[in-house]
T-cell receptor, first 112, second 113 residues
């Protein structure tokens, strides 16, 4: 079974731009969660989607948004990028919203 | 966001030595998870614990879910160079409409061949 895939793997943007990251979950998994990982803050939960509905949300500003499609693929969008948004963005999928999560390799976003 | 207290922050050991790391929290969890992350990659699930007191092994790895539901430890026996990486614990509290997954800050393990 293929694992969680994320595209792109690396991205460089400038301040003020917006970015969209994509995540394809493990086949059959219906829940997708997004995390931001930085050296200072560690892994922080952004939001979780299950059956196209956002079920949980972390403590991030409204510039961070996401959505999930009917095939369970998910996208995350960050608008008006700031330098502090530079991070590894990880997507994790699980069968259901309370099940063990499996992570993708992440998208490394650098904001200049 | 809320973090678990994971210790030690880093370890430098010789190949063949055993390693122990742990996580503690002021909150209870109903699942404990241990992940390993290699540079530039996402965390990989090593062990999942679902019941207080549970002791689970995965090869040279052994983890336990504390009786109080507020702590967990991970042991690695006879370490090898490929054990190098960052190990994260995560506590999950779920039930009803509740879902909260909290991560420790990680333990950086270096193994000297």
């Amino acid at each position: 079974k293929a694992g969680v895939t994320q595209t792109p793997r690396y991205l460089i943007k400038t301040r003020g731009q917006q970015v969209t990251l994509s995540c394809s979950p493990i086949s059959g998994h219906r829940s997708v969660s997004w995390y931001q990982q930085t050296p200072g803050q560690g892994l922080q939960f952004l939001f979780e989607y299950f059956s196209e509905t956002q079920r949980n949300k972390g403590n991030f500003p409204g510039r961070f948004s996401g959505r999930q499609f009917s095939n369970s693929r998910s996208e995350m969008n960050v608008s008006t990028l700031e330098l502090g948004d530079s991070a590894l963005y990880l997507c994790a999928s699980s069968l259901g919203y309370e099940d063990t999560q499996y992570f993708g390799p992440g998208t490394r976003l650098t904001v200049l | 966001g809320q973090q678990l207290n994971q210790s030690p922050q880093s370890m430098f050991i010789q190949e063949g030595e055993d390693v122990s790391m742990n996580c503690t929290s002021s909150s209870i969890f109903n699942t404990w998870l241990w992940y390993k992350q290699d540079p530039g990659e996402g965390p990989v699930l090593l062990i999942a614990l679902y019941k207080a007191g549970e002791l689970t092994s995965n090869g040279r790895l052994t983890a336990q879910f504390g009786i109080t539901r507020k702590d967990s430890f991970l042991n690695i026996s006879a370490s090898i160079p490929s054990d190098v990486g960052i190990y994260f614990c995560a506590g999950l509290l779920s039930g009803g409409s509740n879902y909260k997954l909290t991560f420790g800050k990680g333990t950086l393990l270096t193994v000297n061949p």
